[in-house]
């Protein structure tokens, strides 16, 4: 017995004692890196990263790999082989697909440091790419290929926000006013919008959400939002960056993986739930795996797991990172989904173990698209 038979045998004894079934496989642990770094904020004057420098720092919010990445090439894969045979490749390709490559993460980080650079100009007379905070999806890491839009926090003067507080109706929508003249100048042919709270401009390969905000006392950053009348809100994307590299880092570099892998099942199926709220449900279903799991990174049982986790939590709610007076409510409009979705994927998982290449990755593809190869080597 090998010593990967023999740490199969280790874990499929920990499933029967756990009662969670033993339909699934056990990789070989990879040589993966951990996950990089968490991205700064541009908080002073003096940085003048190039767009180069955005780009890098977009790139070390997202995991990387050092093992070379398996792929389907011109050679047929074979459609059936021994139990677990093509699982670990199989993901390996779907983690590479999600990746942004560098051509995205270059054009992200030149859109918004131009962008940068045009608001600093008009608010702090200086053409340095400072004052903004990258948040979202790319902030935390967890953005996936291709990207449909970026967002980013601009830090406007302090003193404004007693000027726009003061206006008697909807001074939120004239914040957002003057926050996109300068951006109109600079980008005259491309379309800008105010909308709540951001002022969008859509780039043809990519849209960027400008959020306007002021540094709060206490912590966080207090934003606008125009709609209905207007009103003000205190957000912490530092404390949810944070919280996700943290998390990452407590369960082997697999929460930001996983989250991706969620998200593309979202957007390939069209799932009615908001980014944010898959990455909280995968920190959360990764907390009920077992310990060889993660360990051993076995996507296919943690997919099969985080979906009826998922499921689980319909209509379940979850507090904001930071903000504990913010209750954000899941609703179960996307439950018919996630069901759906996790029938196919314990089908998958079945196929897996039988080693039967065609039929697992039929299964995963219904899941992922065609981001997930159909026949893994």
């Not at 995963?364 to 190869?373: C, L, N, R, T, Y």
Request: with cysteine; aromatic share 8%; charged share 25%.
């Amino acid at each position: 017995m090998n010593n990967w038979d023999r740490a199969r045998s280790v874990t499929q004894n920990e499933f029967s004692r756990s009662g969670l079934g033993s339909d699934g496989f056990l990789h070989r642990p990879g040589a993966l890196s951990a996950a990089g770094e968490a991205l700064g904020s541009r908080s002073t004057a003096s940085d003048k990263r190039t767009a180069g420098g955005f780009a890098a720092a977009l790139s070390n919010g997202l995991p990387s790999y050092t093992n070379a990445l398996v792929r389907l090439s011109d050679t047929i894969a074979p459609t059936r082989a021994e139990p677990w045979r093509f699982a670990h490749s199989r993901f390996r390709s779907l983690e590479a697909a999600l990746r942004p490559n560098q051509n995205h993460l270059v054009d992200a980080g030149t859109k918004i440091a131009g962008i940068a650079r045009s608001l600093n100009k008009r608010f702090y007379g200086t053409a340095h790419d400072c004052n903004t905070q990258l948040v979202g999806s790319w902030g935390k890491g967890t953005v996936i290929s291709p990207a449909n839009d970026a967002d980013i926090i601009y830090l406007l003067p302090t003193d404004l926000f007693a000027r726009y507080d003061a206006y008697e109706s909807n001074g939120q929508s004239a914040l957002l006013q003057l926050v996109k003249r300068p951006l109109a100048d600079r980008h005259a042919r491309t379309k800008i919008k105010g909308d709540r709270q951001v002022v969008a401009l859509e780039f043809n390969s990519l849209m960027i959400e400008v959020v306007p905000g002021f540094v709060a006392e206490g912590g966080g950053v207090i934003i606008c939002d125009a709609a209905e009348g207007g009103s003000w809100k205190v957000v912490d994307s530092l404390a949810e960056r944070q919280r996700i590299e943290e998390a990452d880092r407590k369960y082997n570099g697999l929460l930001k993986p996983t989250a991706m892998m969620l998200k593309q099942w979202k957007r390939n199926c069209n799932v009615p739930i908001k980014s944010f709220m898959l990455e909280r449900l995968a920190e959360e279903a990764l907390s009920t795996m077992p310990a060889l799991w993660l360990e051993h990174r076995c996507f296919d049982w943690i997919i099969r797991e985080a979906l009826s986790y998922t499921c689980r939590r319909a209509d379940g709610v979850f507090l904001m990172a930071g903000r504990d007076d913010e209750i954000i409510r899941l609703g179960s409009d996307w439950r018919p989904k996630a069901e759906s979705a996790h029938r196919r994927s314990v089908r998958a998982c079945e196929n897996e173990k039988v080693g039967d290449n065609r039929a697992a990755g039929d299964d995963w593809q219904k899941i992922f698209g065609m981001a997930i190869p159909l026949l893994a080597m």
